[in-house]
């Protein structure tokens, strides 16, 4: 099989294991809460049960466990886990913490709906995706799950300040998905996306949010880096919002289909 895109490498992943990153993840936007009722209704199966990969803090298990009778919620960062055992719903009897790889961890299926955020690039592929189609119930899917803010004029502005700092490319969910196409791994049935949210954060909190971004780490980009990169930002981010507060719109988007075993 063509081996995945370099920068989708998991050596990138181990930003997650960091602490600093961890406390930055908080500042990402939210998902719409439409999200989770389109989630909801793609459950056709008993038991109504969930796997959610590379599940961070929680930011999909948490809020999924009101529709379903159990999450198992999967990732390879034990800060990333504690982190979301504290944050709202994170100690619910129906949320299950499963600390290690999707590949080799074991699991109870089968399970109605497989959830991935911005996550999916960072598994084995050739060994996850054969997983993912043995885990599943009949009419059971993988949902690959995004939020996006929606463009700013300032939008090509940070691009350009962006590609001059980041330790590595970075990915867009369309591009992920093709990539597994491509391969054989997924077959797309369906796609749809939410109703725009607003969605008010200060410049302070935005810049500590691309943080928490594999390519943007305090600790990849090094102390000094990250502070020139940090003041370069909110200059220009103060020109378009001078009372310190960014009006961003949020949108959720949910692409679900077959995991696949490739034939080659």
């Known amino acids: 099989m063509q081996p995945k895109p370099d920068n989708f ?3 990138f992943a181990k930003s997650f294991q960091n602490q600093q990153v961890v406390d930055a993840y908080r500042y990402r936007a939210p998902y ?7 989630l909801a209704d793609l459950i056709k199966d008993e038991p109504r049960t969930l796997l959610d990969v590379g599940a961070g803090s929680g930011d ?10 159990r999450v198992d919620a999967v990732d390879f960062s034990q800060h990333m886990i504690e982190r979301g055992k504290q944050l709202p719903d994170g100690d619910h009897p129906h949320l299950h913490w499963i600390y290690g790889k999707i590949e ?4 109870s299926p089968p399970y109605a709906l497989i959830t991935a955020g911005s996550s999916i690039h960072w598994t084995e592929w050739e060994i996850a995706f ?3 189609h043995d885990l599943l119930t009949p009419r059971g899917v993988l949902a690959l799950v995004h939020r996006r803010t929606l463009s700013m004029p300032w939008n090509e502005e940070l691009s350009q300040l ?5 330790s590595h490319r970075g990915h867009r969910s369309t591009y992920v998905r093709k990539e597994l196409e491509e391969r054989g791994l997924f077959h797309t049935i369906g796609e749809t996306e939410t109703t725009p949210i607003d969605f008010h954060q200060s410049i302070e909190d935005f810049i500590e949010g691309l943080h928490s971004r594999s390519n943007f780490t305090r600790e990849r980009m090094g102390q000094q880096a990250a502070e020139k ?3 370069e930002a909110s200059s220009f ?23 696949l075993k490739p034939t080659s």
């Open 229 to 231: 990169f940090d003041h």
């Open 60 to 69: 999909i298990a948490r809020q999924c466990i009101h529709f379903v009778d």
């Open 162 to 166: 962006q590609a001059r700092y980041s």
């Open 237 to 259: 981010l103060l020109r378009y919002h001078p009372h310190g507060m960014i009006p961003l719109q949020v949108i959720g988007t949910v692409a679900w289909g077959h995991p």
């Open 32 to 38: 719409p809460p439409e999200t989770f009722s389109i």
């Open 9 to 11: 490498d998991r050596q």
């Open 130 to 132: 054969p997983r993912f």
């Open 104 to 107: 080799e961890v074991p699991l």
